[in-house]
């Protein structure tokens, strides 16, 4: 599950990672059904 403040109303959604690319990833809004692909910056420290 992932956390997002939306800029359109200020508001904090729940949604779910769908897919993960080089540079973007698709997440899956809850509430409203929708999709929207903010850029992804993988970490240097990945877990073993």
Known sequence: MVRDGQMRDGQMRNGKMVAIKDT???????D????????????KHQAP
Not at 24 to 30: G, I
Request: hydrophobic share 20%; proline share 16%; no cysteine.
């Open 32 to 43: 409203t059904q929708r999709e929207w692909k903010p850029p992804y910056v993988p970490s």
């Open 24 to 30: 973007q990833v698709t997440l899956h809004e809850e």
